[in-house]
């Protein structure tokens, strides 16, 4: 994230904090997207949460101690009534610290692969959104967010998105893991189709302020959505994109 070299440390993606599956199978996308009967390769093994070992320790400390407890705070105000007996309200108010869970999402993103800090505009406005807890979200990103009660994770890190027929052309970030997903639009044309909640109301926000934000629980997208495209979408994926399965019971 800071671009600086380090002692390399383990960063959990999403964090531990957030309640995501512990022992896990992690595979590439591709599989997973793929048609019945193909062939997987052999998995990576996790006992203790998808992990990358990317992050200095001074940016993984930043995000575990100032960011991170409010991503597993919103996320737990959305587990408690995901997970209760009771019907579902067509609108969730949580609140939360907008700022501080978008630098939570946005830093645990870039652990995914290996000298991945190219310097140039947006990496260094992106490095100092993370690094100083006052500025406002640059105006390239866009952070959408939904209810995702699957147990897949799903980390994406720079996609490309396209609709046929539109001018809509961007790259892209996502984290699903539940009971949240996380869609970061980079330099996003204005206007797509998508018709999301995003956090980009409270981009002028310092990573304390606590607001009052919403998160509709219906329509309930499609658990592979966004990375299975429609016949009107296609999307380009890179390396780092994965999925975790939690690993079967025997």
């Not at 991945?116 to 500025?135: H, N, Q, S």
Request: hydrophobic content about 40%.
């Amino acid at each position: 994230i800071c671009g600086e070299e380090g002692k390399l440390t383990d960063d959990h993606t999403p964090p531990k904090s957030c309640g995501g599956i512990t022992d896990a199978e992690l595979r590439g996308l591709h599989e997973k997207l793929a048609a019945e009967g193909a062939r997987w390769t052999k998995p990576r093994r996790f006992q203790a949460g998808v992990c990358y070992r990317t992050l200095c320790a001074r940016c993984n400390g930043l995000l575990g101690r100032e960011y991170d407890p409010a991503l597993a705070e919103m996320s737990n105000q959305v587990r408690v009534v995901a997970t209760s007996s009771l019907r579902l309200p067509p609108q969730l108010r949580l609140k939360i610290a907008p700022a501080a869970v978008t630098r939570s999402v946005l830093g645990h993103i870039a652990a995914q692969g290996i000298n991945r800090y190219k310097k140039g505009p947006l990496t260094e406005a992106f490095r100092d959104y993370i690094l100083d807890p006052t500025l406002p979200l640059p105006h390239s990103l866009r952070l959408y967010y939904w209810l995702y009660p699957h147990r897949p994770q799903v980390l994406i890190r720079d996609a490309a998105f396209t609709e046929i027929g539109r001018r809509a052309h961007f790259c892209f970030w996502l984290m699903k893991f539940f009971p949240l997903a996380f869609f970061v639009a980079w330099d996003e044309p204005m206007p797509t189709s998508f018709r999301l909640t995003h956090i980009n109301d409270h981009r002028n926000l310092p990573a304390s302020a606590v607001e009052v934000v919403y998160l509709s629980t219906r329509p309930l997208l499609p658990g592979q959505w966004p990375e299975m495209p429609d016949d009107r979408r296609f999307i380009l994926y890179g390396q780092e994109a994965v999925v975790a399965l939690p690993t079967p019971r025997r």
